[in-house]
Each structure stands twice: as C-alpha cells, then as structure tokens.
C-alpha cells in the first residue's frame, strides 16, 4: 500500500511536473543501479541501464498501478533493461568478432578471481535477478516476487534452485523461511 506522500508525488508526476517525478525516483535510484551493477557487472553499463530506465519509467508512469509500489515496478524496469543491454552486447560481440572491452569495477576487482561471482554470472538472467534482488539489495521475497511478476512461492523456488546451481552442497533453508 502506497503512502499518502507517494500517492500526492504519483498524481503530480502524472500531471507533468519533473520535481515531483524526480522525488518518485530518488528513493528507487541506488537500489536500482545496484541491481544493474550486480547483474550487468560493469559500472558504465549500469549506468547507462540506469538512465534508460528512468527515462522509460517517466514514459509509462501511467502503467503504474495505485495499489503497486515504485521499487518493484522501477527494479522491473531494470532487470528488462539488463536483459536487453546483456543480449545487445552479445549481438554486438557476434556481429563485429571483436573482443569486448569492459571497464572494471573496484568491486569487480576485488573479486575477480571469486568462484561465486563466475557462477553468478553463468546463471540465467532471471535466477540471477532473484539472487541479487535478495541477497544483494536484501529485498524480501514478497518484492522479489513482484518484480517478474510471480508468486512468492514460485519466487522462493527459483531463488533455492538458483542458489542450489550456485553451490550444491549449500544449505540456505534458514534464510528461505
């Protein structure tokens, strides 16, 4: 259930004005990014990701329902955005043949050499959102499962299956319950 603040700044975004929208956004922002470095793995593209999906989400603030909240709805628009930047820079590596260039992070660094961060990034992009939507952003399974748009028991099996092709032997019921 949305707050009578969001609610006021909804209607106001939704009649044109920037600061309103602006504030919408401002609390969405850092979790967005977040999710798109924890998926893309690259600051630049994250970035990039980042703008485009605030630029999408002011083009379809109307698609935003009252009784949604913005950081489901706006990390949605994230991971679809994720996704597509992911396939884009694929076609691009299979269409020119030439060797990609990615900028590394601080955070990249460090843990370049990390089995789970190699295993992470073999996941497919939907078990890969949900074991960075809850264990990176630290979102609870109800948000989790309203990002793709499923159910909170089918959000939960992807998220032990994925963690299960993560680390086989890892036992992660305790934080499932």
Request: aromatic content about 6%; some cysteine.
């Amino acid at each position: 259930m949305q707050t009578l603040a969001e609610s006021t700044l909804l209607v106001d975004a939704l009649e044109g004005s920037d600061r309103a929208f602006e504030r919408l956004l401002g609390s969405v922002i850092e979790p967005g990014y977040r999710l798109a470095c924890g998926m893309l793995r690259d600051e630049t593209a994250a970035h990039d990701v980042v703008q485009e999906s605030a630029l999408k989400a002011w083009r379809k603030l109307g698609k935003l329902q009252g009784e949604e909240k913005m950081l489901p709805w706006f990390l949605g628009i994230v991971a679809n955005e994720c996704r597509n930047a992911r396939r884009l820079r694929w076609t691009a590596s299979v269409t020119l043949g030439l060797p990609e260039v990615e900028a590394r992070s601080h955070e990249e660094h460090v843990l370049r050499g990390s089995d789970l961060r190699r295993a992470l990034g073999r996941l497919k992009h939907q078990d890969r959102a949900v074991v960075v939507l809850f264990f990176y952003l630290d979102l609870p399974l109800e948000q989790v499962a309203a990002i793709p748009g499923s159910s909170v028991a089918a959000a939960r099996a992807r998220l032990y299956r994925s963690v299960q092709k993560l680390r086989p032997d890892l036992e992660i019921q305790e934080a499932l319950q």
